[in-house]
């Protein structure tokens, strides 16, 4: 077993742009259900919205990176217009119902072979990165030492990744100091009691829903500068990795979802890589590769459901600040 | 030892209590440790029951899907399943793809190359065939991409032909069968509601279970069909009488919130998904139930299997209706459902009623299980696609009320199968997805539902 490698190979998640993505992503979510209540489970529409935003409007329209990155913004806080009028009034598990509904047409519609010129269907997007790489300041070549020896693009992607990263994290962080910080996590505790203090919790809910989704939309801008745009990475299934994040870390905290993006993608990565290696060695001939890689969603489920048993506030939350209100 | 032991055991006693335990009963260290030891005996049970079979011929086989040739079969706009795609490529490789639900078919390769790839035309459903002058076998190469994808354009047999009326009259027919046995899950979704206020996420799994058991019972082991019926419908049970004495039953006990409730089910849905994709392999199985023959009535063309699914759906939801409305254990259901306090405070064991439920929406899944299966073929993920179908038909009814999910589960099933007249068939269920939204945003509590379950 090539133990190295393996181990290269988690160490490299600590700062691989899919982190930054998701921890971004958690970042917005942690808006939504850590300080607002807001059951959403439609995260994924907003990483989905932002990348094709981004893609399409690079690839169809020839788009700068900055009208392209302003089109993927601007298509989220539609969105989460849309989706706040009818539901924000709802009771909390409602929300979620309808939230996931609405991310699981998003993904119906972009994999869709009637819009095949634009979208791509089901083979996704790519040779959107000519204007992200054009902005690259560093010079070609190879840099870092150990795990973390890569191109000038795969840093510039990793630079740009953590820094928006610090930079939503620096914006929570002064929003929920903030007065309007202090109402958000008011109507998350009692709804009515803010409402009695002559605050409109409607308006709050949906600025709330519209920030942390303009976050996800920075998320998957990020998440598909390394990659392709697939629709199938947009299922269910993506939202709930980012739920799980988000408790894992601490729903209400500044660090949480940067600490739990680490965590997930280092132990998710470690368990694979071991699982490979154990299974290449002959050690464990009644598994296959394909089987390995579904134990990590396994483990995912099985995480999930005994952290919201038996530690929901996460590592780093407070045990009174997060208690589920409904 | 025991000292040892003390800290790690308080501090889980601390963690344990604090966050949702506010109604709970005394606080119980031993809880702790009977609840993982559920989680882990579900798990193991689990294990056991699909460890069986999949040791021989079921295992996957090992090839890194890194590499495929894939695409999609529809003919006249409706996905095409069951269709045999070969392949062969270099260093003798061949390998053989099914299309799925969707239409949809993959063949894992091993690498870039020029592979052949050929459509087997006796595997398309009678009444399609491949458009003339398709090029099959078909010669593709994978170069620098690691996927491609081919299409076989099919178009609708020519010996016979259907007008726009007919069309209706078939996708009624569809819409009805698809609607009956929604209804059969949709049930135990708003039963469990009503008697729990849990949503279950992981309701679609119970209907992969059903789905799962058949092919288990009646395609391998050649049991018929009807008597695999019954069989899904107790093993459904069963596992439902394990899931709630094992997982939901402590948590209630616990007095845990809705919320985390509901979360807890997302994390039980997906460990279940990915239990059974683990044992069965990600690859669509072909049911074969023998119940093929074609039935025409007027100019309606229906097979043996789907008359049989509608009758035997509509026999258990009047079964259901008789049971809720004329037993007395129906009436105490509806009695929980209503109010639990003063269901318990007249003498109703709410606890046991509550397992009753559990019981009994997870056999009803079950049997939804073994009609969805001779419906659409058997594959791991069968359940939680149509999940939100299901929440759609209950929320469209009313959740809370049985009927409601009987009447939603039609409407659905009919606008699922009559949206593909006009919008397209991969877009089928997001039609239904929309109506759901649409009914949030004009009349939450659905149409039979009342105002006060909203909140």
Same mark, same amino acid.
């Given at each position: 077993m090539d133990w190295i490698s393996i181990i290269y190979q988690a160490l490299g998640e600590i700062i691989s742009p899919t982190t930054a993505a998701y921890a971004l992503a958690t970042i917005g979510l942690g808006i939504h259900f850590g300080y607002t209540g807001l059951l959403n489970f439609g995260q994924a529409a907003f990483l989905l919205i932002g990348a094709y935003g981004y893609a399409i409007a690079t690839l169809t329209f020839g788009a700068p990176l900055w009208a392209a990155v302003l089109t993927a913004l601007l298509a989220a806080v539609v969105f989460a217009l849309l989706l706040g009028v009818p539901t924000l009034r709802l009771r909390a598990d409602y929300l979620a119902i309808v939230t996931i509904a609405a991310a699981e047409v998003m993904r119906f519609v972009v994999t869709t072979t009637g819009l095949t010129d634009i979208t791509?269907? %089901? *083979?996704g997007l790519s040779g959107y990165k000519y204007t992200f790489e054009a902005t690259n300041p560093i010079p070609p070549g190879t840099y870092g030492f150990g795990p973390w020896r890569m191109n000038e693009y795969d840093w510039w992607v990793r630079i740009v990744g953590w820094g928006l990263v610090a930079l939503a994290s620096v914006v929570v962080w002064l929003l929920m100091r903030s007065p309007w910080g202090r109402v958000v996590r008011g109507i998350r505790e009692d709804e009515d009691a803010v409402r009695s203090l002559g605050k409109r919790v409607f308006a709050y809910k949906m600025q709330a829903l519209v920030l942390g989704g303009v976050m996800g939309a920075v998320a998957g801008i990020i998440f598909i500068l390394p990659r392709a745009v697939q629709? %199938? *990475?947009?299922?269910?299934q993506l939202t709930f990795f980012v739920w799980t994040i988000m408790l894992l870390g601490g729903a209400a905290t500044i660090f949480g979802p940067i600490l739990g993006s680490i965590l997930f993608w280092v132990v998710l990565s470690l368990t694979q890589g071991l699982l490979y290696g154990a299974i290449e060695a002959g050690w464990l001939p009644f598994l296959t590769t394909t089987q390995a890689g579904q134990i990590r969603f396994i483990m995912v489920g099985l995480a999930l459901m005994l952290l919201v048993i038996f530690r929901p506030q996460g590592i780093l939350g407070n045990k009174k600040e997060l208690t589920f209100s409904a | 030892m025991t000292l040892g032991h003390a800290p790690l055991f308080h501090e889980h006693h601390a963690l344990f209590h604090e966050p949702f335990a506010s109604r709970s009963g005394p606080r119980r260290s031993p809880t702790l440790r009977r609840m993982t030891l559920a989680l882990l005996a579900l798990v193991a049970g689990l294990l056991a029951v699909l460890a069986g079979p999949t040791s021989g011929p079921f295992a996957v086989p090992a090839t890194a899907a890194d590499y495929a040739i894939g695409g999609i079969i529809t003919a006249e706009g409706e996905p095409v399943t069951g269709a045999i795609v070969h392949v062969t490529g270099p260093d003798g490789f061949t390998g053989d793809g099914t299309s799925e639900a969707n239409g949809r078919w993959t063949v894992p390769v091993p690498g870039p190359g020029d592979y052949s790839v050929e459509l087997d035309t006796g595997t398309l459903p009678s009444g399609s065939a491949l458009r003339e002058g398709t090029e099959n076998p078909r010669k593709v190469t994978l170069g620098t991409t690691s996927s491609v994808n081919v299409l076989f354009p099919i178009g609708e047999d020519t010996r016979h032909t259907s007008g726009f009326g007919s069309q209706l009259l078939q996708r009624l027919a569809s819409g009805l069968n698809f609607g009956l046995l929604i209804a059969l899950a949709s049930i135990g979704i708003t039963l469990i509601f009503g008697t729990t206020g849990l949503n279950n996420f992981a309701h679609g799994e119970l209907v992969t279970f059903g789905a799962v058991v058949t092919w288990l019972v009646a395609g391998q082991w050649g049991v018929n069909i009807f008597l695999t019926m019954v069989i899904a419908l107790i093993a459904g049970g069963a596992f439902g009488w394990v899931q709630d004495s094992l997982l939901w039953a402590p948590l209630r006990r616990r007095g845990m919130r809705l919320v985390p409730l509901m979360i807890v089910s997302i994390g039980f849905a997906l460990l279940m998904r990915y239990l059974i994709v683990f044992f069965i392999g990600p690859d669509t199985k072909v049911l074969n139930v023998g119940l093929g023959d074609p039935v025409v009535l007027g100019s309606v063309r229906l097979t043996e299997g789907t008359l049989v699914s509608m009758a035997i759906s509509a026999i258990t939801l009047v079964a259901v209706a008789f049971f809720l409305s004329r037993t007395r254990l129906g009436k105490a259901t509806r009695a929980v459902s209503d109010n639990a306090g003063l269901a318990a405070a007249s003498g109703i064991d709410v606890d046991r009623i509550i397992r009753i439920v559990w019981v009994m929406a997870a056999g009803l899944s079950g049997l939804a299980g073994v009609m969805l299966g001779m419906y659409t073929q058997v594959s791991w993920d069968m359940g939680s696609q149509i999940l939100l179908l299901m929440f759609a038909a209950t929320t469209l009814g009313g959740i809370g009320s049985a009927y409601g999910a009987l009447l939603g589960s039609i409407i659905i099933g009919f606008v699922v199968e009559l949206s593909t007249l006009i919008i397209p068939a991969d877009l089928k269920y997001a039609a239904a997805l929309l109506i759901l939204i649409v009914v949030m945003l004009v009349r939450p509590q659905g149409i039979l539902g009342t105002r006060e379950r909203i909140g």
């Open positions: 791509g269907a %089901a *083979n629709p %199938a *990475n947009y299922g269910t | -």
